[in-house]
């Protein structure tokens, strides 16, 4: 069964800095391209990273490009997102999820951390 | 930019009612690379339709995706209760990478 576990999650201020985690299992890891996608209070869906299976490609979104880095470890199947000079508009739920084979679809999810920037 | 426009906004519909979502493309997408997701309050998304018309693991048979180029419908042929969602399509391959609708909020009457 896959299954995809973030954490890292918490309260901050403007400029401050955070670290998700994402430990995967049921699944070859290493296979897989990776993503963060994240979700505003009451808001929609936004990708917001992409990492290819071996790393050596990652994708970002504009509103965070220079600020967030995505990163992963296969040896510990887990996937990263460090978060620098963060603002009131990065707040919120933080999913990770894996692509599909094509890496067209994003066919499982984490339950999602959320994260909270405000002074 | 690849934007995706969802619409209705809103649905709502009396169960066993048939459910049409639209989401129109601003340019064309591979059907390969088109996907929707259901999202139930206090839950992650969870893949309905990859694609365009490929139901996933577990999906029920009501809920069926087609089209092609820029515009493709997500359909929910009997309404359930359980059905009540947001419902985003999504897209693979323009700039940025992926990019999702705004969603369909879909309500029982």
């Given at each position: 069964e896959v299954q995809l576990l973030e954490s890292g999650g918490g309260l901050l201020p403007p400029g401050g800095s955070l670290s998700l985690s994402c430990a995967a299992s049921g699944f070859t890891f290493s296979t897989y391209t990776m993503s963060w996608v994240r979700q505003a209070p009451g808001k929609g869906l936004e990708w917001v990273s992409g990492i290819s299976g071996s790393g050596a490609g990652t994708y970002y979104a504009d509103s965070v490009k220079g600020r967030l880095s995505i990163s992963r470890d296969n040896s510990k199947n887990t996937l990263y997102l460090q978060m620098t000079s963060?603002?009131?508009?990065?707040t919120a739920v933080y999913y990770c999820a894996k692509s599909s084979s094509n890496w067209a679809s994003f066919d499982y999810w984490g339950q999602g951390s959320v994260v909270t920037v405000s002074s | 930019e690849i934007v995706l426009t969802q619409s209705p906004g809103t649905l709502s519909l009396s169960p066993g009612e048939r459910a049409t979502l639209s989401c129109r493309a601003s340019q064309s997408v591979s059907s390969s690379y088109l996907a929707w997701y259901q999202q139930k309050p206090g839950q992650a998304p969870r893949l309905l339709i990859f694609g365009a018309s490929g139901r996933a693991?577990?999906?029920?048979?009501r809920f069926s995706g087609s089209g092609s180029g820029t515009d493709f419908t997500l359909t929910i042929s009997r309404l359930e209760p359980e059905d009540v969602a947001v419902y985003y399509c999504q897209q693979y391959g323009g700039s940025p990478l992926w990019t999702f609708g705004q969603g369909t909020k879909v309500e029982i009457k």
């Open positions: 963060l603002r009131a508009e990065d | 693991t577990g999906i029920p048979d």
